[in-house]
């Protein structure tokens, strides 16, 4: 689009994949993902499921957004904005992370990747352009939105590392959370050994003007075990069973919440393993301080294991039949696990204590009519499928 | 024959009360000056097949609940959301206003990819605001003076709701209520165009500029209403805002009340400290058990209370009441389309709220006019075009075309207005679009052009302030508009306040007729089909 002035003429763009998929999406399904169509289903959602954890899958990233920081005071100014100790992040490698406002409520958490000594890529869910450059002042760094400059991509499965072999690039020496880079077409391609499945899987990075190429590379080379294209919700199936979260389906970000008594904790959303009190300061520490040395956290975030077989989407929680406890944000019947499987917020200390046992209260819609469950539900740990294949290297076949 | 109620005024409020006590089974009547229905509310055809929304203009705050309550749907009343919305900038670009939260973020985006993600935040805070207000709007303020078990019941409601924010939500809602909205802005954006779009909010129809502290409170005036649930989405009422009051009266006359147009009230009638009816001009008199005025407080008691009969302190406060005026406005039959070169082919801006204003310094230059007892020669607009999506306002092919102009002031150079100083006031907004939109004057068939002058003399606004009374921290709540009278009683027993100039002020919500009926028919005990508030879930 030459005249930015245009732009409302199509409200959610394309992105750089789009023409493959759109010719793959025979079903038509989309949904908008930060401005842009995502496919939600292009032929059979479970068919789609099974691709991620038999073979291999390819899932369209690019509407993530991606902030590129740069600049001598990257390191210093990572470790004031996030919760982990970034100077500990080698070159080449990936962490998961969160950060937190100065009440030390999460804003969001997303994977940041140090591409150089001085430059990194922040990738997340929402966008925060203000709170980025309000967090920089008094760092030498530069912060731009670099989503647009980038097309990611990601294929998970038993089989991608034998289908990137087969494509060209060798990855059997990378390891989890590490980045390679590769020459292809006159330009560099990015592997990283990430994913948001819990399975074997790498996320590629290359440049707009050659995805389609890499896309075509790719399903030539994973064509011999039915490599498929799959949509937003087979990847939604195989992240609960992977214990992920995701921004605005199980936490409100701080930034955006109206209501106060939504925004979370890394303590309440079970990621205050990331916090490095010993870095440094960093936003929101002294508030983390206290609420660890309070205990004041109200909320817990567990995994649970619910009875029957049906999908407890947004049930309310009880401790016995009565006394509400709290509210599951994400919840799936799992085909690997063969169970019902949710991501839910606990208030303290029912995590604990429920003397009267975890109840889930489900509304299963039949034939037009809602079908209530009472169903018992226990707390397991996360995540609730972690085959040894994600992390071996070199990795396997299949 | 006698009433139990006679009710002076057939605006919005007026006839909001009106439905409501003869819902209840009072007998009722709403008297009415001008020959047409409608007050502040009110569309009229002044040139043949175009119909004028008048006065106000646009519909958000109307209450849903009072919709319901007294069927307005069912006599005709549509509401019609906006699709767009532009400020035109002075280089020949413009900043649109998209209801796509995409769309929206990217035009930001052209003027600051800061901005762009800075919306949500503000949007955030706005509605922490709203939702702390909106809950106010549909109750009788307590009165922090008496310790009546009701006052002291509604004090410690709000006591509660205060108690369940954050000691910083507390400290950014006390700021919020009392800062200019320019410094509001500039805590969330950067761009001069995007604070000048999200600031006329602040300062239309109110005496103030937009860095005058204050003013951020009247946002959230304009911001609290919704359409359909869209909160601080606003819409057009299909027909015109006239079809508002046109619902009312026949929901009025649907349950057996009447409206008398034509003839105004000279007088309150008072016996005893008690007002027992009305002196219509000509010397007809309406004996009612009680009277309800929708005029502004300023009018009822300064101009048709005998003021001997008031206590001088009350009295003298209502003289003190801020009615400054600081708007006008100008009603426009169009031959065709206006055409803006800035604006993309079939852009849908047009479609909404057009501003002209490209900097909240021009803004506040255009109040500094005001300061000094002239019509602003740089004004501000909020300018619709509402036949770009209702199709019964003019012929085929033909618009009519809104513009809210601020400021005017109530005097110019402390003397009265005259025809010549509207009729410049009227060539310098004129000239303003055309700067936008070459050809425009060609296309101009009939201009309606309204000072506070005209306003005063025809909808009975005191200075031509459309809220009748400035919606300023300090005339809000159990202030509004007298301490002590903020109940919608006044020192007057039957004599009660059902207009603007009571909680909770201005523009066309309904609820201070709604209030003030609830308030009558709890004296009276009568039973009552009236819905609480929505709760805001």
Known sequence: ?398 | MSYDAAIIGAGHNGLVAACYLARAGLKVVVVEKNDWIGGAAVSRELHPGFTYSNCSYVCSLFRPEIMRDLELPKYGLQVLPYEGGAVFTRDGGYLAIFRDHDANRREFARYSPRDAEAYDRYSRDIMRHCRFIRPLLMRTPPDPATFRPRDLAELAWLGRKVGEMSESQICDMIRFWTMSISDFLDEHFESPVIKAYLAVSAIIGTALGPMSPGSAYVLLHHYMGDVDGNVGAWGFARGGMGAITQALTASLRASGGEVRTGKGVEQVLVRNGRAVGLRLDGGEEIAAKRVLSNMDVKRTFLKHVDRDELPPDFTRRVERFKTRGSSGKLNIALDAAPHFPALPEGAPMLKGDLHFTDSVERMERAYDDWKAGRFSRDPFQDTMIPTMIDPTMAPPGKHFMSCFIQYAPPKIDGRDWTDADRDAFGQTVIDQIAEYSPGFKDRVLHAEIRTPRELEAEVGLTEGNIFQGELTFDQLLFNRPVPGYAQYKTPIRDLWLCGSSAHPGGGVMGAPGRNAAAEILRDTRAPTEMREAYAVV
């Open chain 1, 1 to 398: 689009m030459k005249d930015l002035r245009h732009h409302f003429e199509a409200p959610l763009r394309t992105t750089a994949f789009h023409e493959r998929i759109a010719a793959a999406n025979v079903l038509n399904e989309w949904a908008p993902w930060a401005g842009y169509t995502t496919a939600t289903v292009l032929e059979d959602a479970e068919t789609e499921y099974t691709a991620i954890r038999n073979t291999a899958s390819l899932y369209d990233l690019c509407p993530m957004i991606k902030y590129r920081i740069t600049g001598s005071g990257a390191v210093d100014y990572l470790n004031r904005l996030t919760l982990r100790d970034v100077s500990r992040l080698p070159v080449d490698a990936v962490h998961y992370t969160a950060w937190c406002d100065d009440q030390g409520k999460l804003l969001d958490d997303g994977t940041l990747f140090r591409l150089g000594e001085t430059e990194f890529l922040l990738c997340c869910q929402e966008r925060h352009l203000p709170w980025l450059a309000d967090s920089a002042i008094g760092f030498d760094v530069s912060i731009r939105d670099a989503t647009d400059e980038i097309a990611g991509l990601s294929l998970q499965g038993p089989c991608t590392a034998a289908v990137l072999t087969e494509a060209g690039f060798d990855v059997s020496a990378l390891k989890p959370f590490r980045i390679a880079r590769y020459p292809f077409q006159g330009s560099t391609l990015t592997i990283s050994r990430t994913g948001f499945t819990g399975d074997l899987g790498y996320e590629l990075w290359i440049e707009p003007g050659l995805a389609l190429p890499l896309w075509d590379r790719l399903m030539e080379a994973g064509s011999y075990c039915g490599i498929r294209t799959v949509g937003s919700t087979a990847l939604n199936l195989a992240r609960i069973e992977a214990g992920f979260i995701t921004t605005n389906a199980d936490f409100v970000p701080a930034d955006q919440a109206v209501r106060e008594d939504r925004v979370r904790s890394p303590y309440e959303m079970a990621l205050d393993w990331m916090i490095d009190f010993g870095k440094g300061h960093f936003n929101g520490r002294r508030a983390l301080l206290k609420e660890r040395d309070t205990q004041s956290g109200e909320w817990a975030f567990v995994a649970l294991d619910i009875e029957g077989n049906v999908a407890a989407d947004h049930a309310i929680l009880y401790d016995g039949r009565d006394r509400e406890i709290g509210q599951v944000t994400s919840a799936a019947w799992s085909p690997v696990t063969k169970s019902s499987i949710a991501l839910a917020h606990m208030r303290r200390p029912y995590d604990t204590k429920a003397k009267g046992g975890i109840w889930a209260e489900i509304y299963a819609l039949r034939e037009l009519h809602y079908v209530k469950l009472m169903m018992k539900a226990e707390i397991v740990a996360r995540p609730f499928f972690a085959p040894p294949r994600r992390r071996a290297t070199p990795p396997g076949r299949f």
